[in-house]
């Protein structure tokens, strides 16, 4: 789904939201006292406006704020991805005693091809810098950034859980893991803080605890990469969105070849990924629309508050990062 407005519709939006700079609603969420209203009612004399063919201008008290909220989900995002790691560890230790995989109807009919990990994991380096790169040159490129960093956090933090709750055997049976031992709470860290800077890839060798099933952190970054480029790349780059979709099912079809994940780990990964940036980005156009029903979500409070300033229409459009800094907004 494109967020994309013609001049005419994106200034009366924006107009709107200028001179009202509220969002009402009362008729919805009768179990949540959310009263957008009074929380934006103080935030009219933090900025000013200036209504022309680029939109708004916005004041540097306003700007300096939605920065703060940008570094506030990276540090959310480092928290959740240095959970799961943690995790990790503590699920290697609990790894059953008996070995063998489980029965998989893919897996069980297809000779393990070990290199395809270090093939995906190349190209999951290659598709994550495409989209900074696309983030880093975006018109909008706060607004962007905070949406994928919350995202990603909430996906982490999604995987910390189910990896945790219900551990399985490994999938592969040449995938070399590190011994098994009870480890204190400090040794559990350093473990975590050694795969955390390694980003959690095999290729570089700094992952060699097994466990994380259920479901595939892989899957999750090839396939949130690629909604991330179609959902904010200009209309003209659609050849770049069909290889970042090829791009994540290539990735996909290799990890199950390698029996690096099970198959219903990659199929959850599909599952739980573009759901949550699906309904992302429809309770963004649901708070456009004083129609809040995604409060029901867990996280719809975090939404809420990087959200209630910046959801709006925008058109994804390119532009050199220090040449407008207000057009970040």
Same mark, same amino acid.
């Given at each position: 789904? *494109? ?9 009366? &939006? ?8 509220q969002?009402?609603k009362s008729?919805?969420?009768? &179990?949540? &006292? ?7 009612e ?16 916005i004041? *540097?008290?306003?700007?300096s ?7 506030? %989900? ?13 995790s ?16 998989d109807? +893919?897996?069980?009919n297809?000779?393990?091809?070990? +290199? ?6 190349? *190209?999951?380096?290659?598709?994550v810098?495409?989209?900074?790169i696309?983030?880093? /040159? ?14 990603? =956090? ?20 040449? @995938? @070399? ?7 204190s709470l ?5 473990? %975590? ?10 290729i ?14 892989? =899957?999750?970054?090839?396939? /949130? ?6 959902? @904010?790349?200009?209309?003209k780059?659609? /050849? ?21 994940? @099970?198959?219903?780990d ?15 980005? *429809? ?16 996280? /719809?409070?975090?939404?809420?508050? +990087?959200?209630?300033?910046? %959801?709006? %229409? ?16």
């Amino acid at each position: 789904m *494109q967020y994309e407005a013609v001049s005419g519709a994106y200034v009366e &939006n924006l107009s709107s939201t200028v001179n009202n700079h509220q969002l009402h609603k009362s008729s919805i969420c009768d &179990n949540e &006292n959310i009263d957008i209203n009074e929380e934006n009612e103080t935030e009219n004399n933090q900025f000013t406006t200036d209504l022309s063919s680029h939109g708004m201008l916005i004041s *540097q008290s306003f700007y300096s704020k939605e920065r703060f909220k940008v570094l506030l %989900a990276f540090i959310i995002l480092v928290f959740s991805f240095f959970l799961s790691t943690i995790s990790l560890i503590l699920t290697h230790n609990r790894l059953p005693d008996d070995k063998a995989p489980l029965p998989d109807l +893919f897996l069980d009919n297809i000779r393990p091809v070990d +290199f395809l990990l270090y093939i995906t994991e190349i *190209q999951i380096i290659v598709v994550v810098n495409i989209c900074i790169i696309t983030i880093f /040159f975006h018109k909008k490129r706060l607004i962007v950034a905070k949406r994928c960093f919350l995202m990603l =956090s909430i996906l982490y933090c999604y995987r910390a859980i189910t990896m945790t709750i219900t551990v399985l055997p490994i999938s592969s049976k040449t @995938y @070399y893991c590190s011994p098994q031992k009870t480890s204190s709470l400090l040794e559990t860290l350093k473990k %975590a803080f050694f795969v955390f800077t390694g980003l959690g890839l095999s290729i570089n060798g700094q992952q060699k605890y097994c466990g994380d099933s259920i479901f595939s952190g892989h =899957s999750t970054i090839l396939i /949130f990469a690629y909604l991330v480029l179609d959902e @904010y790349l200009p209309k003209k780059f659609q /050849f770049l969105k069909k290889l970042a979709l090829l791009n994540a099912l290539a990735g996909m079809v290799f990890l199950l070849i390698s029996h690096s994940h @099970y198959s219903i780990d990659v199929l959850l990964a599909y599952y739980v990924t573009t759901r949550l940036f699906w309904t992302y980005h *429809q309770n963004i156009n649901l708070l456009m629309n004083n129609n809040l029903h995604g409060c029901k979500e867990w996280w /719809f409070g975090m939404f809420k508050y +990087f959200e209630k300033n910046t %959801a709006r %229409a925008f058109t994804n459009e390119f532009e050199i990062p220090w040449h407008q800094q207000e057009s970040q907004i």
